[in-house]
């Protein structure tokens, strides 16, 4: 992409929806995480609770936040978009990954700490056995059990891989960090072998006393304490984390900042990172910072705030991502080797104290977003369709939203020839008034959704017979919003 005329138009784009922006700034939802000290704020929530659990520990389940869910099905669009919307469950607290079982079953992940086998034509999911110890603050914190992958030759040697916030040696007391675990499933009710094979460099939290030069209010703004190494909100938050395979069996992992926003430029921690790693956890030898003074090897990209999407295409071998931003900013990356993203030194939106993020909108070895939100939509997981039951969709963008107000549908983007953004759909499943945590294409080429509600839903939509005398409709018009 142009660096200039990138830069042209997100000033051109910020201009036009400030007073979008100014709109919403007073509805609940906007701000995605909460200023440090604000008690129970939660990120992407609009006001759940996001604290340090000091008086709920473990994970508990959640209540829902968003409507309640009849049980379908739904259908919606006309000509090649018309498509079905079916419940395979509605039993998972807060789901957030899904692994596609050969067969037919799949894995889920819930995020207070459990995983779940939902067998094919089943809609009651069975609760598996042998997980690690996992931390799981607060009901409304965003550690916990999080993304879900089968090994590429799963069918040979049975490895599930998953990731997880992990807790030091007194949970809640020390800090936490992100760790990817395997084990062997072999189709029953629990997983064997279960072991690390990566824990990050990311430990951060704990009950450490506060700094108190990292404390809010009086002079100063969110960027001086950013500059000082400062958190900007609890550490329980901002955790990332997605799984994504390439062609040479390499797993990509993503960290968020914890809150901590000059950690995503900090060389020597994982924080704030995308992660490339082998299936045992070793570094390969080509990753792009391997003998580089001062720098983690196992880091491939770098100054990223909270990554909640990652999706290999193994058509064009590219990596994508989609990032939150904090007021405004959420991102479609594509993601490349070596490269800096951005966080906290420029960015789309602002600051929670409203100031200008770090140098503003871009700069200099920046690598700019494909696609941005202003007003964020809490964007969350991402994926590209180049499935066979959905033609119209091939090579499109689909990332979920979970922003009271201004999200809570799945966002479909589409691009041009130049591999430039021209529209974006917003429509689909906004009449479900559901927070959408993932978005992923199946195996059978039907498209997968999990719902960020307790409970949660994993939903499947597929192509729907043409409404009696409705035209034909093609990709979403330019710039639809």
């Known amino acids: ?15 036009a929806a400030c007073a979008i922006f100014m709109m919403f700034a007073g509805i609940d939802g906007v701000a995605q995480q909460p200023p440090a000290g604000a008690g129970a704020a939660g990120q992407g929530r609009g006001g759940g609770g996001q604290g340090r659990g000091q008086q709920q520990q473990g994970c508990a389940p959640t209540r829902g936040r968003g409507a309640p869910l009849a049980d379908g099905p739904w259908e919606y669009g006309n000509g090649p978009n018309r498509y079905r919307v079916s419940v395979v469950t509605k039993a998972i607290d807060h789901p957030w990954g899904i692994a596609f079982v050969p067969g037919g079953d799949m894995l889920v992940t819930g995020r207070s700490g459990k995983m779940y086998v939902v067998r094919k034509g089943a809609s009651d999911p069975t609760e598996l056995s042998g997980l690690p110890q996992i931390l799981c603050e607060t009901p409304g914190a965003l550690g916990g059990l999080l993304d879900v992958s089968l090994h590429p030759k799963f069918a040979e040697n049975r490895l599930v891989y998953f990731v997880y916030s992990k807790p030091g040696a007194k949970a809640f007391e020390d800090p936490s960090t992100t760790a990817v675990a395997r084990g062997r499933w072999d189709g029953g009710s629990a997983l064997t072998d279960v072991k690390d094979v990566f ?21 100063g703004d969110d960027n001086a304490r950013i500059a000082a190494g400062c958190s900007v909100g609890p550490t329980s938050g901002s955790y990332g984390a997605r799984l994504a395979w390439d062609k ?34 070793s570094i390969p030898k ?9 720098w983690k090897p196992e880091i491939y990209s770098y100054g990223h705030r909270n990554p909640l999407g990652l999706w290999y295409r193994e058509s064009t071998g590219e990596l994508w991502s989609s ?20 966080w ?11 100031s200008i993020i770090g140098k503003g909108f871009s700069g200099p070895d920046i690598e700019d977003p494909v696609a941005f939100w202003v007003p964020a939509i809490a964007i969350s997981g991402l994926s590209v369709y180049d499935g066979d039951k959905f033609p119209a969709w091939k090579g499109q963008v689909f990332v ?15 691009f041009n020839a130049k591999g ?6 917003h429509t689909m499943l906004a009449d479900l008034r559901q927070r959408i945590r993932e978005v992923k294409p199946g195996p059978d080429g039907f498209i997968y959704v999990l719902t960020d509600e307790g409970p949660g839903a994993v939903l499947r939509i597929e192509p729907a017979p043409a409404a009696p005398g409705a035209p034909a409709a093609g990709a979403p018009p330019a710039g639809r919003q």
């Open 1 to 15: 992409m142009n660096r200039l005329s990138s830069l042209s138009a997100r000033v051109l784009a910020l201009v």
């Open 199 to 219: 824990v990050a460099d990311a430990w951060i939290g704990g009950s450490a006393a506060a700094n108190p030069a990292c404390g809010r209010g009086g002079s």
């Open 248 to 281: 040479d069996g390499l797993l990509y992992v993503s960290l968020g900042d914890r809150n901590t926003p000059m950690k995503s430029q900090e060389p020597g921690t994982d924080i704030g990172k995308i992660l490339r790693i082998r299936d045992d956890g």
């Open 286 to 294: 080509d990753n792009p910072f391997v003998g580089k003074a001062g």
């Open 323 to 342: 990032e939150e931003g904090p007021q405004g900013g959420d991102e479609v990356n594509l993601i490349k080797a070596g490269k800096n993203y951005g």
């Open 344 to 354: 906290p030194l420029a960015g789309l939106g602002r600051n929670y104290d409203g």
């Open 400 to 414: 979920g939203a979970m922003r009271n107000g201004t999200g809570q549908f799945i966002a479909r983007v589409t």
């Open 420 to 425: 430039q953004a021209t529209g974006r759909d």
